[in-house]
């Protein structure tokens, strides 16, 4: 019982290892994505970028990560022009679409799904790197980052940025509401609920009313029969 259960967690080892390779995305794009609004939504809509989105966050390199760029003020100043775009009307009308909820209901019936999912509470190396966080040079520089007078004068300075004062100055721009109202319209931000705003959906059904308000066609009158042409008759020698 003692090798069987042995072979077991060498198993479960192994297979964590191996879903831990196939990660695609690295602490930054974690990072990015999760501190943009119009992406955030992405690990709520596809299983494969929630396996990867929950492997990433334990890795604490993406916290660290997340940490210094939340000391950043220009961090914030991006995510309110990522609010104001038309682009998280786009990402968060994927709700609406029902392949989202068919992709978790196949996943939460595939065991790989789960197997992935615990791949890194089951990876040693996880707990390892936890470990020697503390004396990371980037962990350093976070608890050695409050002493920098150059944090102050950013955050003090940051309404007089060009940046936050174009944001300011977004709402009294007429494009940023022709831009909402334009995508707002467009079949295209709602999925597959968009062909039923889509005219050319509608064009495409046959019209029963038709044949009540065009006259009948009168059948083509048959041609006169042609008399059958005579041979004329060969002359006697």
Known sequence: MKLKALVSALG?????QAATAQQTATP?????MLLDPAKIVQPMQDPKAAVQTMTSLMDPATLMILMQRGMDPAT???????????????????????????????????PNFYTAAMAPMLNPNVYLRWMTAPVDPRMVQLMLAPLNPALYTNWAMAPLAPANLNLM????NPNLYTQWLAAAMNPQTYGVWGSF?????????????TALTQPAQQPAAAAPAQPAEKKPAESKK
């Not at 479960?12 to 964590?16: C, H, R, S």
């Not at 930054?28 to 990015?32: G, K, R, S």
């Not at 786009?90 to 978790?104: E, K, Q, S």
């Open 12 to 16: 479960l080892t192994l297979a964590a």
């Open 28 to 32: 930054e794009q974690t990072a990015a």
């Open 76 to 110: 914030y100043t991006r995510m309110a022009q990522a609010g104001l775009s038309p682009d998280i009307l786009r990402a968060y009308m994927g709700f609406l679409d029902p392949a989202m909820y068919t992709r978790w209901l196949a996943a939460a019936m595939d």
């Open 169 to 172: 100055m977004a709402p009294l």
């Open 197 to 209: 705003l889509n005219p050319a959906t509608y064009s495409n059904i046959p019209n029963p009313f």
